[in-house]
């Protein structure tokens, strides 16, 4: 990436600048979407962006840049919430997940997700673990590719399709105790 070479050599504020102004949006997204706090999610995008400065020299374009500071990201705001034991409050345990029953099929289709009000995606994904929420958004809202995911998180491709495969089963499974018990 040009911008980085050129700052990398030359140390100006202008490189940095408009790094900042490229990638600060879809940081506090990210951090948005994981933290669920606009104040975290501000102080969580300053944060990663003194590490991706303070980091930049170690960018060794074996990936995308972005997914390289989608990395940085996704890591803060996971070692934030695992720092303040956030996890144990604002998600269901996944063994309560599993009492839930065999509910679903093997396989739950793109379909089944795709189908999901917005609303009742959102009140979902509230309701499951960070990292199945995590890799869900990677995969459906960013348009993550399997080998870009499998990057970002170190893991093979058949560990990233059998984390996506387990997330959606969960999402459903919620989905459907949610809305079942909400029209009895």
Not at 6 to 20: D, I
Not at 154 to 179: D, G, P, Q
């Amino acid at each position: 990436m040009e911008v980085v070479n050129t700052y990398l050599e030359t140390q100006a504020s202008v490189c940095f600048s408009v790094l900042y102004n490229r990638y600060s949006g879809k940081i506090f997204g990210k951090c948005l979407a994981l933290l669920k706090d606009e104040a975290l999610a501000e102080d969580a995008t300053q944060e990663v962006f003194t590490k991706i400065f303070l980091n930049l020299s170690k960018f060794g374009e074996k990936a995308k840049f972005s997914t390289w500071v989608y990395s940085i990201t996704y890591n803060f705001c996971i070692d934030y919430l695992r720092r303040k034991k956030k996890m144990q409050n604002l998600f269901a345990d996944d063994k309560e997940v599993e009492k839930l029953g065999d509910q679903v099929a093997d396989e739950v289709p793109d379909e089944e997700l795709m189908e999901m009000e917005v609303a009742q995606l959102r009140s979902v994904l509230d309701y499951i673990p960070v990292d199945d929420k995590a890799v869900l958004l990677m995969k459906y809202q960013d348009d993550m590719s399997i080998k870009d995911i499998s990057e970002l998180l170190n893991k093979t491709e058949s560990a990233v399709k059998m984390k996506l495969k387990r997330a959606k089963e969960k999402a459903f499974r919620i989905k459907h105790e949610m809305f079942t018990e909400a029209t009895l």
